[in-house]
């Protein structure tokens, strides 16, 4: 049997982070009431006209120069005319012929090593509305909000070739996005969306096959699934000696089967001509190294100080920078004057397993370094113990609570006298002669059960170490 090789590009939309939408002033928050944010702009009204948004461009510009793109200094917007129920104007204001970035590349890791992706080209334009399919009523709603909202496109070369490559691309994108603040990047809420233009071909040949492009891939395992599928079936139709169909495919991620949508329309379909309501933009060098000089530290920068100025190990860094929010985080806790490695502790153990358990991405935390910062110096000061640490910490990632005064009115301050835990570890010693007869046979286990019986007996406000401490003492007798 012949072995093929994938070839994958993306065209990656994101909603861009502005208060506003790209050429009107209404609201861009996620979530809204159907329809309430909208104006006579956004909705298509006759007689409406647009006004850019000046951070769209900055976004746009600053997203391309941190993917090596060339800034097209001299830009424009056209109109792409297409005929749907959620495009209000019947036509949707984007970039043809003049894109604001072009010819960039950004680099991945993979199993076998550094990979070069290149971008083709970043460009501007509005999202339009959304279609809400009510099957009880059997009909199709419109919701206007996300008419207008600011959407950059980043279309890559089709130089991808597995599913690992296409994760590793889009988490690289996604990252550099969210370091610059151009986005949140919530695949769930689709602030970021991936369509995937597959084909494949027979090893060694420079021709490409027939693309298809999926879409409705809405996380990083469902693409990763559509890929394996889409390669499947079009190898499927080779081998029958059946052609593959250049065409738009849906992706059902429940059913993990795509169909087909619609023909795949090339540009000529959408009769693309210069937008008349708009000026060209022009972008002078000076605007371009403004932006620049904005640019942040991203990840890989990130990564190498913290193991050089926090010395915690590199695993930490990997894992820590792997989200904004959670870098912020760090560094926002240290500065406070929390020990690095227990910061990165508290951020790799239980914040990891409660973003799990909760089912959360690290964006959506919502609990401040102070109160990290205040929970590791009560431990460190030895008020509370590390049991109940682990209590406090989930009311602060859940609710954000000030850990002192949560400790104060709950009473779970550590019990430091040291004559009374004497009387309780007499009292635990008294009630257990078999485990104090294993322990003084050799069997260390024991003194975990004894202490985790003084423990109990406390309320679990002593100080293991103490525990374990006075237990040998009192033994050793």
Known sequence: MARYETVIGLEVHVELATKTKIFCGCSTEFGGAPNTHTCPVCTGMPGSLPVLNKQVVEYAMAVGLATNCTITQNCKFDRKNYFYPDNPQNYQISQLYLPICRNGKVEINTGSG?????IHEIHMEEDAGKLIHDEWEDCSLVDHNRSGVPLIEIVSEPDMRSAEEVIAYLEKLRLIIQYLGASDCKLNEGSMRADVNLSVR?????TFGTRTEMK??????????????????????IEEGKTVVQETRRWDDNKEYSYAMRSKEDAKDYRYFPEP???????????IEQVRSRQPEFRDEKMERYVRDYHIPEYDADIITSSKKMADLFEESVSLGGNAKKVSNYLMGETMRLLKEHEMEPEDM?????????????????TINGSVAKEVF???FLEDIDPERYVEEHGLKMNNDE??????????????PQSVADFRNGKEKAMGFLVGQTMKATGGKADPGMINKILRELLDN
């Open 114 to 118: 550094k990979k070069f992706i290149g």
């Open 202 to 206: 027979e090893a060694g040949t420079e």
């Open 216 to 237: 409705n891939l809405n996380s990083f395992k469902a693409i990763a699934r559509a890929i394996e599928s889409e390669r499947e079936r079009q190898i499927e139709l």
């Open 277 to 287: 309501d708009l000026v060209p933009i022009r972008i002078s060098s000076q605007w």
């Open 366 to 382: 919502g609990f401040s370094p102070e109160n990290l910062t205040k929970l590791i110096g009560l431990l460190d000061a030895g």
């Open 394 to 396: 989930e009311k602060i």
């Open 419 to 432: 004559e009374g835990l004497r009387a309780v570890i007499g009292e635990v010693i008294a009630a257990n």
